[in-house]
């Protein structure tokens, strides 16, 4: 059953719902998901009687309603008078005056229509074929979870680019018991090369069994003779019908679409532009009814019929219908006259898989020039460039020296390789002319799509405003507003594509306002002409744009709805762009797994057809992996991008490729990393952001600071946020690498970029400069929580945010600064680190130098008394001894925090005649950290975001969970921190508890209850909290345990024991935090 099938309804007295399809669409199943409690009465058929089957249902609606059954169903129906719903709905008005509401099923493999007048209180509701079909994403895990059919490329994929659920999809049409059969058939005998269809439709399969015992007999006369004639017609319509003399076509198909056999299910997804829903007999069912089970072979239509059909198609179209039509029926003339008229069209709407089919089937003789550039366009769209090749070879010789006509298609199709050298060189075998209008204004149109594939947007543009103006030139005025066919058609669809080039042209150029109004003009001419192709690329690109312009979510939702695109068009290289688009959304919104596989997907589709765009696929891969920290996986894809591109001259794929490849080496060879930077490019965004790195980590921060302004002037110019980003990033790095004073402006750089990415939805890279911010130098106490938060997220999403924060991108001092950050652990076992290094023991030289500073951690930045300082560490010598003694442990405390002498005397201890402190907003201590974050969260808590106060106690908890000075529990300066931290853990846990609470869930709360009474025993609120929370949920066992241990616990410290009523259920309706008032 389709998930959407089983909708709530709105709320109302009573409910009749109608459920009518062909035998094994899940009727039962369906009604079995709705109606699962044990009250609902089934019935099987009628009820029994004789009588009007209507008047006998309601009586029995009636009869059990009135005896408190509230949820009637009668399934497996058998054909009912029209009017049977009506007359239920009548009885149900009758029922006013009982209790509660009544909701009644009807099943049936018959339509059983729907009440025709609406009566208050009632819900009306009729769910169909289309509702209980399977959708393609069901058909997917149906095949791997069930079947364990998992290799959804075995048998190749169809001219369509599908795979193997969408494929299952096209034969059955989602119907789910076919789809169950035709799974079971591909575990058990593989996944056959090409068509499905004969394997599944075979005589004597499963798919021919079931629908020979449970469907195709109990059709009347009319509806089987109609589904011989017109199985595989499409589209059906019911005067086509009556054209082939079926008297009832309207009815006949009504039947046929309202039982599931005439289905929309398959068509290309609707879309502006594109053609409307194709109704056609389910391809399956077809298949089996014009197929003999005696010998297996189709049967034959008479060719008196299909003519028919053709002549009716002629006038009122499709044209592919009425090519195909010709076909069958034996009229192969007829057929190449609709292709040579309507060929273009054909092909821009979809149809290129049946061009090709119809072309090759024609004989030698019939197959003109013209065709044979039609058929290379087919096997072009469908991906078989080598066929594609050898088809252009073939119309060669009947076409005029230098045709343009051939040299834009030989051109376009070096471009779908991914090309750029082969693509201009056979764009330039166009000779002087003069040629066809729209033929010169195509080969000006992919010239300057060649050129933006090599780099060169300047010259791009000026051969895009050529094919405009060669287009515009020979477009008649008076047929501007019309549907154009044949030539008109080439020569309109010829100044849409020159209008997408100038859009592009001017998109790479920054010129973003320009590009826009070139898509505005070419869209709706697209869009008129029913040019399926040319709407999908414009799409393509805008999402482009939209990534472009850090807008993933828009982004996400263009490319989602460009695959619907692409699927209208059937092109298998247009949909693969459409896929890397929908990754490259993806993977800026953190959602790394999907985008993987998605940038897999369309690998494995350019693969198919031999297409060198892989390279773009592959950059796709390596910049996700970068961005997660997964360098090795990273570096490989770049080098495959690296290799494709500069075999084919791709100067868009190489250069970001080559400057990942920089990024990625920077740490561990910096000297490759170098190479690669310097042949990434020399003004573009990424080259200069992979030189800045690279300044940066060799410690030039002059030429870091330089080159990271530059990127921001060129992402600026390219309306390029995702790199002005990158680069802000940059900056704040330089800046940070720098003297103390300007941390600041890290800071403000690092901010904008996290505003930058927030605003774009790109959570993890939001999440990553949030955690780099936090380990700014200064950075307070509500930065350091939104890091621990910020790196929690990341590492949910499968990112790296490891010290330091990526290899690629050393945020914080630079490799070679004489500064070091400075943290000191006082939570468990007591450790300093400087520049993320434990501080190993032999520096300490003395055991009272670490002691020293673990005092001055433990007043929390308060200045300590040195005479304090004396009894503390030296309690039995004379005071006027140790003065010295503790000036050397403080020079050795200076030495070890800052061992390279880089900040002031007193930058980390702060000392004067009478006292020493710690300066604790210079030195990261972590009890600091937790005391502020249980701090934050109360606040939240006390301002009613229990969500964000549960997110960070979660995150606090997961990280801090040891006491203070674990290593000195006895020492006396330990003791009042060691209480601090004690009853902060607390209250921590008791928090957790109370945001469990809020959010039900009660097996959490009690743990967290729990663990605070092995801390306390004697916590009497958390005691009662407990045994309440237990009693509510029922579990009264352990409930009186736990009273049980309360009691005991009071005992002990000579406190009234709590009385049993603590054990009583709260009374029914009461909320949890009301009984515990």
């Known amino acids: 059953m389709n998930p959407s099938a089983g909708k709530t309804w709105a709320p109302s007295r009573h409910t009749l719902r109608v459920v009518s399809a062909a035998a094994g669409y899940g009727k039962t199943t369906a009604l079995r998901a709705w109606y699962p409690a044990a009250g609902a009465r089934w019935h099987r058929g009628l009820p029994g009687g004789t009588g009007d089957p209507a008047d006998a249902l309601a009586g029995a609606v009636l009869e059990e309603a009135r005896a408190g059954v509230r949820q009637i169903v009668f399934d497996d129906l058998p054909r009912l008078p029209v009017g049977t719903a009506r007359a239920l709905t009548e009885a149900l008005a009758r029922l006013t005056g009982t209790e509660g509401s009544v909701d009644v099923a009807l099943a049936s493999r018959w339509p059983l229509g729907a009440a025709t007048t609406a009566l208050p209180d009632m819900t009306q509701a009729v769910v169909g074929p289309a509702e209980l079909s399977l959708p393609v994403d069901r058909v997917a895990d149906l095949l791997a979870d069930e079947y364990d059919v998992t290799d959804w490329t075995a048998g190749g994929y169809d001219a369509g680019a599908c795979d193997l659920p969408e494929r299952v999809h096209q034969a059955t049409a989602g119907w789910p018991a076919l789809v169950h059969l035709a799974a079971e058939m591909l575990r058990t005998g593989g996944v056959p090369h090409g068509d499905l269809l004969p394997m599944l439709a075979a005589p004597g399969g499963l798919i021919a069994g079931y629908l020979a015992e449970e469907v195709l007999p109990t059709l009347p006369e009319p509806a089987f003779r109609l589904l011989e004639q017109v199985g595989d017609l499409a589209p059906i319509d019911p005067d086509l019908c009556r054209a082939l003399w079926h008297p009832g076509a309207a009815e006949t198909a009504r039947l046929l679409a309202r039982c599931g056999l005439l289905t929309t299910a398959g068509s290309p997804p609707p879309v502006p532009g594109g053609p409307p829903p194709s109704p056609r007999i389910v391809p399956v069912v077809a298949e089996v009814v014009l197929r003999s089970r005696r010998t297996g072979a189709r049967t034959a239509v008479p060719a008196t019929v299909v003519a028919r059909a053709a002549a009716w198609f002629d006038e009122h179209g499709p044209a592919v219908s009425a090519a195909m039509a010709h076909q069958r029926c034996g009229q192969h003339e007829s057929c190449a006259e609709v292709i040579e008229r309507h060929g273009e069209a054909m092909l821009a709407a979809g149809h290129a898989e049946a061009v090709g089919r119809l072309i090759s089937e024609l004989p030698a003789a019939l197959r003109t020039p013209r065709l044979w550039l039609f058929l290379g366009d087919a096997r072009r769209a469908g991906g078989d460039l080598e066929a594609a090749m050898r088809a252009y070879a073939a119309a060669a010789p009947g076409l005029p020296a230098g045709s343009a006509a051939l040299a834009w298609r030989m051109g376009r199709l070096h471009y779908h390789r991914g090309d750029a050298r082969a693509t201009l060189a056979a764009l330039a075998g166009a000779g002087p002319g003069p040629h066809p209008p729209a033929d010169a204004a195509q080969v000006c149109a992919w010239t300057a799509t060649g050129h933006l594939l090599a780099g060169d947007p300047e010259t791009a543009l000026r051969h895009a405003r050529e094919a405009v103006s060669v287009a515009r030139a020979d477009i008649p005025a008076e047929t501007a507003g019309l549907d154009p066919t044949g030539a008109d058609f080439a020569l309109t669809a010829a100044l849409a594509t020159a209008q997408v080039s100038v859009a592009l042209c001017l998109g790479a150029l920054g010129d973003d306002a320009g590009s826009d109004e070139h898509y505005r003009l070419a869209q709706p001419v697209a869009e008129r002409i029913g040019d399926m192709v040319l709407l999908t690329r414009i799409m393509n690109n805008r999402t482009y744009h939209l990534l472009q312009a850090a807008r993933f979510t828009d982004a996400l939702a263009a490319a989602r709805t460009c695959a619907r695109y692409a699927a209208a068009a059937r092109q298998p290289e247009l949909r693969d762009i459409a896929t890397c688009n929908e990754a490259d959304a993806l993977a800026m919104l953190g959602r790394f797994d999907e985008a993987v596989r998605q940038y897999e997907r369309a690998i494995a589709g350019y693969q198919r057809a031999g297409s060198r765009r892989v390279a773009g696929a592959q950059l796709g891969l390596g910049e996700v992996y970068r961005r997660r920290g997964w360098r090795e996986q990273a570096r490989a894809a770049y080098e495959r991008a690296v290799r494709i591109s500069t075999e084919t001259g791709d100067g868009h794929v190489r250069g970001p490729a080559e400057a990942g490849l920089a990024l990625v080496l920077m740490a561990d060879d910096p000297d490759t990393a170098a190479a690669h930077a310097a042949v990434a490019g020399s003004g573009d965004t990424p080259a200069l952001l992979a030189r800045g790195w690279l300044a940066l980590r060799r410690g030039d921060r002059a030429a870091a600071g330089e080159l990271a302004t530059r990127a921001c002037e060129s992402a600026r110019a390219q309306g390029d946020r995702l790199g002005l980003a990158d680069a802000l990033e940059l900056r704040g790095a330089v800046h940070a690498g720098g003297p103390a004073e300007e941390t600041g402006r890290a800071r403000t750089a690092l901010r904008e970029c996290h505003a930058i990415w927030a605003e774009a939805g790109a959570t993890v890279e939001a999440a990553r400069i949030t955690v780099a911010i936090s380990r700014l130098p200064g950075a307070g106490p509500d930065d350091r929580i939104r890091g621990l938060l910020a790196a929690e997220r990341m590492e949910s999403a499968g990112a790296v945010a490891a010290e330091p924060l990526f290899a690629d991108r050393p945020l914080g001092p630079a490799a070679d600064s ?260």
């Open 818 to 1077: 004489a500064a070091a950050e400075v943290s000191v652990q006082a939570l468990g076992r007591f450790e300093v680190q400087v520049g993320g290094e434990p501080v190993p023991p032999s520096r300490w030289q003395s055991r009272k130098a670490r002691d020293l500073l673990r005092v001055l951690v433990a007043r929390r930045g308060r200045p300590v008394p040195r005479e304090e300082l004396y009894e503390l560490l030296w309690p039995d010598d004379d005071p006027a001894k140790t003065g010295h003694r503790l000036s050397v442990l403080l020079s050795i405390v200076r030495g070890v925090l800052d061992p390279a002498k880089a900040r002031a005397a007193d930058h980390y201890l702060v000392a004067d005649q009478a006292s020493i402190a710690l300066d604790v907003t210079r030195v990261r201590v972590d009890v600091e950290d937790f005391l502020s974050y249980v701090a934050r969260a109360a606040r939240l808590l006390d301002a009613g975001d229990r969500t964000e106060a549960r997110e960070l106690l979660v995150t606090i908890d997961r990280h801090h969970a040891a006491d203070a000075f674990d290593d000195e529990p006895y020492a006396s300066w330990s003791g009042p921190l060691r209480e601090q931290t004690r009853s902060a853990y607390l209250s921590m846990l008791r928090m957790l508890a109370q945001v469990c609470d809020a959010a039900s869930s009660i097996d959490a709360a009690t743990g967290y209850l729990l663990r605070l009474l092995e801390r306390d025993p004697y916590d009497e609120p958390a005691h009662r909290s407990l045994v309440r929370r237990l009693v509510h949920a029922g579990r009264h066992g352990e409930a009186r345990r736990a009273f049980d241990r309360y009691s005991r616990a009071m005992r002990e410290i000579d406190v009234r024991p709590p009385d049993r009523s603590l054990l009583a259920p709260p009374a029914p309706g009461r909320a949890l935090n009301e009984t515990y008032r």
